[in-house]
C-alpha cells in the first residue's frame, strides 16, 4: 500500500487494517474522500502527526469531542496517535471519544492517556 498523502489516504488505510471485529467502512473510497474533502476537513480542527514527511496520524476534533482519530496499524507504537493526543489535551479542558467496544488496542490507548470508560451501548 503507498504512504498516506492526504487525511483521506490514511482513514481508508487505517480501516482496512482494523481489526476483524471492527466492521469495515460502507462507504466506497470515492464517498470516504468526499466525505473527509468537503464534510471534515472545512468543519472539524484536524490534527496530523507525520514521520518521514507521510501522514502517520490524525486527530480531528469537535469542540471536546475527538471524532476521527486514526493512524494506521503498520504506524502505530511511534507516537503517532500519543503527540498529538497529547497536545490536544492539553489545549482542552475535557475531551471526550467513542470506541468500539471489541477493539481492546483502542481501549488500551486511550486509558493510558487518562480516558475512562463511561458507558456501554444498549444491548
Request: glycine content about 10%; overall charge positive.
Amino acid at each position: 500500500m503507498r504512504p498516506a498523502r492526504r487525511p483521506s489516504d490514511l482513514w481508508l488505510e487505517s480501516c482496512r487494517r482494523a481489526p476483524p471485529k471492527i466492521p469495515p467502512a460502507v462507504h466506497s473510497d470515492a464517498d470516504v474522500r468526499a466525505l473527509i474533502r468537503d464534510l471534515l476537513l472545512p468543519s472539524l480542527e484536524v490534527w496530523v502527526a507525520t514521520e518521514g514527511g507521510v501522514l502517520a496520524g490524525m486527530i480531528a476534533l469537535s469542540e471536546e469531542w475527538v471524532e476521527q482519530p486514526y493512524v494506521p496499524p503498520s504506524r502505530q507504537r511511534r507516537g503517532h496517535g500519543s503527540l498529538p493526543l497529547g497536545l490536544v489535551q492539553a489545549s482542552r479542558g475535557r475531551l471526550e471519544l467513542w470506541t468500539f467496544e471489541c477493539n481492546l488496542g483502542a481501549r488500551g490507548f486511550y486509558g493510558a492517556d487518562g480516558f475512562r470508560q463511561v458507558g456501554q451501548p444498549r444491548s
